[in-house]
């Protein structure tokens, strides 16, 4: 009894060294080759018919708009590529979400080859003709901070938030990873005309904050 008790000790211990030891292999060979982490920057956003409705309300408000942001992503690896495997974004303000989600993201899937950069086309439309629909729920309060910035005559501050799934690939190894990047628009806005909000346009190219 005691000698199958220490068989079965000597067959656990050997299969414990060997998970470290094929960790260790792994870790060392990942560190070798060094897979960077992402960077983002916003090229440009194009915001048109931004309409808030029932701000003076004690009720919630309803905000309307059309915006498009191109994001480029960079992958910084010498040896390592990767595969995105899903795009989210949303839309804050003032960490409030104002787009839950973005209504098309182009490419959402894609392989990114080492040193080379992506263009990611994201468009949020929360906007339809004559108010019928369309617009995102806020509360009062937000709705009544977004308005005061559409009038001052500055720009509105938004933020882009956006959830990936990856893959960093280096011949049979794999790594997935879910970084988060959020980026902050600034854009100068002014009224697009009668029945139309507020609309304006940035070329940034600002690095947005990456987290995994």
Same mark, same amino acid.
């Given at each position: ?8 000790g ?7 060294a060997?998970l470290?030891t094929?960790?260790l292999?792994?870790l060392?060979y ?9 960077r ?9 018919n931004?309409t808030v409705?029932?701000a ?8 309307s708009?059309?915006l498009?942001?191109?994001l480029r992503?960079y ?11 899903? +795009?989210?974004?949303a839309?804050r303000? /003032?960490d409030?979400?104002v @787009?839950? =989600? ?8 894609f392989?990114q080859r ?6 990611v086309?994201?468009?949020f ?13 806020v509360?009062?309060?937000v ?13 509105v501050?938004?933020?882009?938030d956006?959830?990936?799934r ?5 011949r ?8 988060r990047?959020r980026?902050?628009?600034? +854009?100068?806005?002014?009224t697009?005309? /009668?029945h139309?909000?507020f @609309?304006? =346009? ?5 690095r947005?904050?990456?987290?995994y």
């Amino acid at each position: 009894m005691p000698q199958g008790g220490s068989a079965q000790g000597r067959c656990c211990g050997g299969f414990c060294a060997l998970l470290v030891t094929a960790g260790l292999v792994v870790l060392i060979y990942w560190a070798i080759f060094q897979p960077h982490h992402i960077r983002a920057t916003v090229d440009s956003a194009v915001l048109s018919n931004l309409t808030v409705s029932n701000a003076s309300s004690a009720a919630a408000a309803a905000v309307s708009y059309d915006l498009t942001v191109s994001l480029r992503l960079y992958n910084p690896s010498v040896r390592v590529n990767i595969y995105y495997d899903a +795009i989210d974004a949303a839309l804050r303000f /003032r960490d409030a979400v104002v @787009g839950p =989600a973005a209504n098309d993201t182009s490419p959402s899937v894609f392989y990114q080859r080492r040193k080379t950069s992506e263009v990611v086309k994201m468009e949020f439309d929360y906007w339809r003709p004559g108010g019928g629909g369309g617009g995102v729920t806020v509360g009062s309060d937000v709705a009544r901070e977004l308005v005061k910035e559409t009038r001052s005559g500055g720009p509105v501050s938004l933020e882009l938030d956006v959830h990936v799934r990856v893959r960093y690939v280096f011949r049979m190894f794999k790594l997935r990873q879910k970084p988060r990047i959020r980026c902050s628009l600034s +854009i100068p806005v002014k009224t697009e005309g /009668r029945h139309r909000g507020f @609309g304006g =346009a940035v070329a940034s190219g600002d690095r947005c904050s990456v987290k995994y």
